[in-house]
């Protein structure tokens, strides 16, 4: 199997060359801007054919392009960051609703003000409600298979919806490593050519998309995404299954459990933060502690199943936000704790706000956490349930 | 169309056919009679119409084309001699 060392970026690009995309409408913004630059580069050496580049003038028309590509039955693909992302907000809801299967990669990257460039999960979380599946990769080699798997997942017959893969700010989207990438006919039969659920080119018999639903029709159209969100689930396991069994790395799981079988503590999170914190849970493991790391892969659809099998195990979870909904809590911790109240699991949760705009977490902050966390477990009493972890007093 | 069961309904929100077989005139409450007694035949109402669902006929009166007309009532209003009444619809 091939291997390259690139950015996270460059791996988006190559994965997004390797699905064979036909459209990609774009508009830079960093630290995006290097994913598109990459397409741009294999367009102008020659390297893709049927490749239709658009240049727009906002990232609201890069989503508009999009949509009017993907209508048509094309594969279409962008990337987007932050406020870019922010200004698509309209049409991301429009592509869901249009049951468009578009692929976008948002590179995570702080809400201004105070302008920032750096890493922080706001941007992309609060696109929660749009209709958007929503991945979390922790590294570049991730972020190659998430988007090669996302086309797979979005196209397929029972969900047609868009996916988002999620990368990190300059940790990932500029740091280079090392990604396997499969030889092209293998990609081939792994992600065959879009069968569209319509295509507006269809002259014959003419129809429109997204004209009037009257209070006697909408919510019926509302039931069906909600129900391909559930069936999403299932799809998203059986790609990450085939994935793991063609290229030798397993998605089946929704949430990935490291070294959790006998945890008592575990430390829940998204993205590239789980791989500071897998560091340190070997580190806390070799110190007796017993603690595992819970990565959410995909946080729309929710795994809720998967985190319930995990909680009713364990005695304590802390949540790591990389992100905040102001006037409440971490978003990720929000929708945990609300999964397993209506279950029999009742671990106690902690919520750590860490990373905001790029703050580094470090392997010794999180066996800091371990230590903070085991210390309410023998009290048997939380100390506060939403922890400003980082702040200067 | 009309769709009775989740089922029925397509998957995304397509409308099948054109305006030609998709009529708005369901929209409708209140729907305009012309009574031809008072009609000057000014075609003030064919001129107002939004839609327009307004038509004149070969012996030179207006009639409605109730396919279409989402009962507006702006015929009714402008007409000057009163020829246009809305009336309630039973459905």
Known sequence: MPKKVVSGNYAAAYAAKHARVEVVAAYPITPQTSII?????????????????????????????????????????????????????????????????????DVNRAMAPPWSVWDDQTDSLAQRDTGWMQFYAENNQEVYDGVLMAFKIAEHEKVNLPVMIVESAFILSHTYDVVDMPEQEEIDEFLPPRKPLYTLTDFENPFSVGALGTPADYYEFRYKIAGAMEEAKKVIKEVGREFGERFGRDYSQMIELYRTDDAEIVFMGMGSLMGTVKEAVDMLRSEGYKVGAAKVRWFRPFPKEELYELAKNVEGIAVLDRNFSFGQEGILFNEAKGVLYNTDARPIMKNYIVGLGGRDLTVNDVKAIAKNMKEIIEKDELDREVEWYHLKR | MVFKSVNEYPEAPITLGTTLS????????????VDESKCVRCYICWKFCPEPAIYIKEDGYVAVDYDYCKGCGICANECPTKAISMVREEK
Request: aromatic content about 8%.
């Open chain 1, 37 to 105: 630059e990459k397409i741009a580069e294999f367009i102008a050496n020659g390297e893709v054919e049927n490749l239709q580049y658009v240049p727009v003038e906002s990232e609201h028309s890069a989503m508009a392009a999009c949509i009017g590509a993907s209508a048509t039955g094309a594969r279409a693909f962008t990337a987007t960051s932050a406020q870019g992302l922010a200004l698509m907000h309209e049409m991301l809801h429009w592509a869901a609703g249009a049951r468009l299967p578009i692929v976008m990669v």
């Open chain 2, 22 to 33: 998709n009529f708005t005139g369901d929209w409708r409450t209140f729907m305009p009679v």
